[in-house]
Nanobody, 126 residues
Framework: VQLQASGGGLVQAGGSLRLSCVASGRTMRPYHMGWFRQAPGKEREFVAVATRSGSGGATYYADSVKGRFTISRDNGKNTVSLQMANVKPEDTAVYYC??????????????????WGQGTLVTVSS
């Protein structure tokens, strides 16, 4: 499985940005598809996940982005996207897409994700 993330860039605080990730190698239908981020000097942290249809297809968010970010997936195109709105300087980070087949209670733990994209940098200016 290969994941290719794109869409990062420089955006002003309060603005919007859309990240995309396309998977190749196999269908992503059995996988949860998520986003993590890592800011300079900090550990990688959970951002959002869109669960597989077999688990109900629900979405989950970190408290820090809830109400501002929206995750969506297209199983036919093997993609997952992250629509970022009202961004803040603290959203500055390298964003990674990742996929997992873990149980739902493990979705916020990066160690439970099997495959990772290369990361795309988001910089929010104040």
């Amino acid at each position: 499985v290969q994941l290719q993330a794109s869409g990062g860039g420089l955006v002003q605080a309060g603005g919007s940005l859309r990240l995309s990730c396309v998977a190749s190698g196999r269908t992503m239908r059995p996988y949860h598809m998520g986003w993590f981020r890592q800011a300079p000097g900090k550990e990688r942290e959970f951002v959002a996940v869109a669960t597989r249809s077999g688990s109900g297809g629900a979405t989950y968010y970190a408290d820090s982005v809830k109400g501002r970010f929206t995750i969506s997936r297209d199983n036919g195109k093997n993609t997952v996207s992250l629509q970022m709105a009202n961004v803040k300087p603290e959203d500055t980070a390298v964003y990674y897409c990742a996929v997992s087949q873990t149980v739902l209670t493990g979705l916020r733990d990066a160690s439970n994700y099997n495959y990772w994209g290369q990361g795309t940098l988001v910089t929010v200016s104040s």
